[in-house]
T-cell receptor, first 114, second 112 residues
């Protein structure tokens, strides 16, 4: 079936520390893996994404790694700041029959303590 | 360049009424997706539409829910005879074919 597991569900770090969130997906045909940040009362905002033809992508303090063999991908945030506090969602594309739907993990609530 | 627009932002309905949620995609985007988010949970796919076509409605409940994306105007998610279990945040996303989905601010539906 179409499933994305995300861990941990909550994560608390001190300002300046790193945060890592991990996801696994069920369908080996998935080829697109975005990460979204959602603040209270707002819509999800894309922060980084990766396609299956690369293993790692970095954008300033944010990086994503992908292991297609293990069907596993991770979000890494370095030098965390209080404004990084939010709920983070991973997702994987399931494109059967021409669909491009995303299946989301259940989210990780990140708290960065000053 | 305006992002994805959704209205209303908040909608209150009594059980048995109809709810209509509207989504205007980003300029140049012809693909629209609807997702539902229950409190403290992730987003669940409902339906994927292109102009005048439903491509994938595998996540839509079989009864009371329908969606359209006409040639002109916004995409509409329609919920007939709402029940309390329909209370949720409904998000619309848009994209060009095969590219990143950008989300709107959502419509928070409360059924009394």
């Amino acid at each position: 079936g179409e499933n994305v597991e995300q861990h941990p569900s909550t994560l608390s770090v001190q300002e300046g520390d790193s945060a890592v969130i991990k996801c696994t997906y069920s369908d080996s045909a998935s080829n697109y893996f975005p990460w979204y940040k959602q603040e209270l009362g707002k819509g999800p905002q894309l922060i980084i994404d990766i396609r299956s033809n690369v293993g790692e992508k970095k954008d300033q303090r944010i990086a994503v790694t992908l292991n297609k063999t293990a069907k596993h991908f991770s979000l890494h945030i370095t030098e965390t700041q209080p404004e990084d506090s939010a709920v983070y969602f991973c997702a994987a594309s399931f494109g059967q029959g021409g669909s491009e739907k995303l299946v989301f993990g259940k989210g990780t609530k990140l708290t960065v303590n000053p | 360049n305006a992002g994805v627009m959704q209205n209303p932002r908040h909608l209150v309905r009594r059980r048995g009424q109809e709810a209509r949620l509207r989504c205007s995609p980003m300029k140049g985007h012809s693909h629209v997706y609807w997702y539902r988010q229950l409190p403290e949970e992730g987003l669940k796919f409902m339906v994927y539409l292109q102009k005048e076509n439903i491509i994938d409605e595998s996540g839509m409940p079989k009864e009371r829910f329908s969606a359209e994306f006409p040639k002109e105007g916004p995409s509409i998610l329609r919920i007939q005879q709402v029940v309390r279990g329909d209370s949720a945040a409904y998000f619309c996303a848009s994209s060009v074919a095969g590219e990143t989905q950008y989300f709107g601010p959502g419509t928070r539906l409360l059924v009394l």
